[in-house]
């Protein structure tokens, strides 16, 4: 079933790629416990209830009592990866929460989208996430630790989308890409075909048109009790391989008052 995350902004980035410039290979492993507004934008939709916080040398999760279904991401800022070259980039990640409650989400995610605006990547990304996902009662699976893979391309999700028991609370997400196939790989094992948990085919140069591609990484959940300090967290965000593209420092900035930028998710229930 497909699931809406919504990320509520005032600030909407307008950046288009008017020239090429190129970069070093990217990486934080946020050891400095603070955001690197010089790599990252922080979009919260509700940053009282759900947010992301740098401390103890690594990128955590935490949120308040929550009924509603509420995202916290960091966005490439400035740059994106070329889908001319292959690329990889990976994340470690830690997630242990649990309850016994049905329908509650808690997830931490990497990803990428299309372009350099949250206007075509809410409704065009792919996604690798280790969640907690509780359905209701009658929920025969034997565990709700997984892990989830999905994309979308204009706001309508995939049919590939897919989860996998997940046997630990750390890990490591991997995303990588290989041009001359047009393969994006998610994993939770390592990179390429050989270690592929989902193969998307003919999405980055085919569905969305050969264009840069921005990268993403947080969390969202739904439906929980608050989600303290050391419960879900990102850590060692590396990008091992490919082509980073710059594109230019928001040219424009529109207020939207209250909008809504969404990104497409799936959960089990």
Known sequence: MKKLITISAVLVLMAVTTSVAYAALKSDDFSDNSMDTSMWTLYEDNHDSVWLNETSGRLELRSTAVAEDLVAVY??????????????????????FT???PHTWATVMLGIGKGSDLVAIRGNNAIIDAAWDRSDESDPSPSNSVFGYSYTVDGNESEFSFQE???????????????GLDKLYLSHTGYWEINASDTISGLLKGEWGGGVVSLFLGGDVENIVAMNSGVAYLDNFAVDSGTIVLVPEPATICLLGIGALSLIRRKKH
Not at 75 to 90: C, H, I, Q, T, Y
Request: net charge negative.
């Open 99 to 101: 309850s016994g409650d």
């Open 75 to 96: 966005v490439a800022n400035g740059w994106g990866l070329s889908p001319m070259e292959d690329f990889s980039f990976k994340a470690d990640f830690h997630n242990s």
């Open 165 to 179: 028991t997940r046997d630990s609370s750390d890990g490591t997400l991997y995303v990588s890409y290989d041009t």
